[in-house]
């Protein structure tokens, strides 16, 4: 696992972090942890995004048997295939 280290961080951007951590009764590094799986996952699918739009450009758009696209993209989401990225929840103190 993978140590961060963020400095120069404002004290109110750090107060304001630690008081949203303490209303979902977490920590402020399982706050933070929550907050950086959430972004990875929201990258992962702004990738999956441009991939899809690519090959359907590539392809001449979509046909119309096609597979729904809230379908394709609830497939391809690690926490649907068992991953990590985007579990925990907030209710999970650490």
Known sequence: MTVLTIRDVP??????????ARERG???QA???GVL??????SGNRQL?????RDL???GGAESDA???????????PETRG???????AGGAA
């Open 67 to 77: 597979q729904d696209a809230a379908e394709l993209l609830e497939q391809a989401r």
């Open 11 to 20: 004290d109110d951007v750090k107060d304001a972090l630690a008081r949203d």
């Open 26 to 28: 977490q920590s402020l």
């Open 83 to 89: 991953g990590e990225v985007g579990t925990s929840g």
């Open 37 to 42: 799986q959430r972004q990875a996952a929201f």
């Open 31 to 33: 706050f933070l942890l």
């Open 57 to 59: 450009t590539e392809g």
């Open 49 to 53: 995004l441009a991939e899809i739009e």
